[in-house]
T-cell receptor, first 116, second 111 residues
Framework: GAVVSQHPSWVICKSGTSVKIECRSL??????MFWYRQFPKQSLMLMAT?????????EQGVEKDKFLINHASLTLSTLTVTSAHPEDSSFYIC????????????FGPGTRLTVL | TQLLEQSPQFLSIQEGENLTVYCNSS?????LQWYRQEPGEGPVLLVT?????EVKKLKRLTFQFGDARKDSSLHITAAQPGDTGLYLC???????????FGTGTRLLVSP
C-alpha cells in the first residue's frame, strides 16, 4: 500500500528557533499534500493544502509567514515552523493524495513538536 | 470551526458490548471517511462511503452514510480491546480535495 513518512518523528526546540518537518510519499507520486495540526485530545485541523510546484493554500487563521510550506517535488513537502513558541507545540500530520488515485489521502505517522 | 460533530465524545465499554458512533453535519458531502487513530500515530483509513444510504461492513464494523449525505454512523458489534482508539469521521465537499474532520470519539474497550 501507499506509504507516507514524516521526519523527524519528534523534535524539541527552544522558543524562537525554526523547525523543519519533512513529509515524503515513499512509493507513489503525490500532486497534493496536506498539513494538519492536532492538539492533545482534539481532532485534526487542516492547516494548508500544498500542490507541487505552486504556492500552498492556507486555511483561515493559519499564518502563512509562520508556517512555511514548500512542495518542491512530487514526493516531498516540507513544513517549517518559524520562530516557534510554546503554543506551537502540537502533533503535526501530513497526508498525500496519489497522482493516479485522487480519492484517497494517505496519512503520515505524525511529528510531535515540543517548544520549550 | 468543526463542521462535523461526533457523538459521543468518549465511550468506555466492556468487551463484547455493541456501540454506535454518530457523525453529523448540516453540510452535504460528496464522500465521507472513517478513520481510527492510536496515540502518537497518524489516522488509518477504515472506510469511504460515497452514496447516500450506502452501508458498508468491515468484519464487526458497519458504516452507514445518510440518505442526504450529511451524516454517518459507525456501529461496532462485540467490541474488543483492540478496538480502543480515537475514531474520526471526515467529509469531503464536491470539487474540493480537502477533508474536514469530525470532533472525534474516543473509545475505550476494557477486557
Amino acid at each position: 500500500g501507499a506509504v507516507v513518512s514524516q521526519h523527524p518523528s519528534w523534535v524539541i526546540c527552544k522558543s524562537g528557533t525554526s523547525v523543519k518537518i519533512e513529509c515524503r510519499s515513499l512509493d507513489f507520486q503525490a500532486t497534493t499534500m496536506f498539513w494538519y495540526r492536532q492538539f492533545p485530545k482534539q481532532s485534526l485541523m487542516l492547516m494548508a493544502t500544498s500542490n507541487e510546484g505552486s504556492k500552498a493554500t492556507y486555511e483561515q487563521g493559519v499564518e502563512k509567514d509562520k508556517f512555511l510550506i514548500n512542495h518542491a517535488s512530487l514526493t516531498l513537502s516540507t513544513l517549517t515552523v518559524t520562530s516557534a513558541h510554546p503554543e506551537d507545540s502540537s502533533f503535526y500530520i501530513c497526508s498525500a493524495r496519489e497522482r493516479r488515485n485522487t480519492d484517497t489521502q494517505y496519512f503520515g505517522p505524525g511529528t510531535r513538536l515540543t517548544v520549550l | 470551526t468543526q463542521l462535523l460533530e461526533q457523538s459521543p465524545q468518549f465511550l468506555s465499554i466492556q468487551e463484547g458490548e455493541n456501540l454506535t458512533v454518530y457523525c453529523n453535519s448540516s453540510s452535504v458531502f460528496s464522500s465521507l471517511q472513517w478513520y481510527r487513530q492510536e496515540p502518537g500515530e497518524g489516522p488509518v483509513l477504515l472506510v469511504t462511503v460515497v452514496t447516500g444510504g450506502e452501508v458498508k461492513k468491515l468484519k464487526r464494523l458497519t458504516f452507514q452514510f445518510g440518505d442526504a449525505r450529511k451524516d454517518s454512523s459507525l456501529h461496532i458489534t462485540a467490541a474488543q480491546p483492540g478496538d480502543t482508539g480515537l475514531y474520526l469521521c471526515a467529509g469531503e465537499y464536491t470539487g474540493f480535495q480537502k477533508l474536514v474532520f469530525g470532533t472525534g470519539t474516543r473509545l475505550l474497550v476494557s477486557p
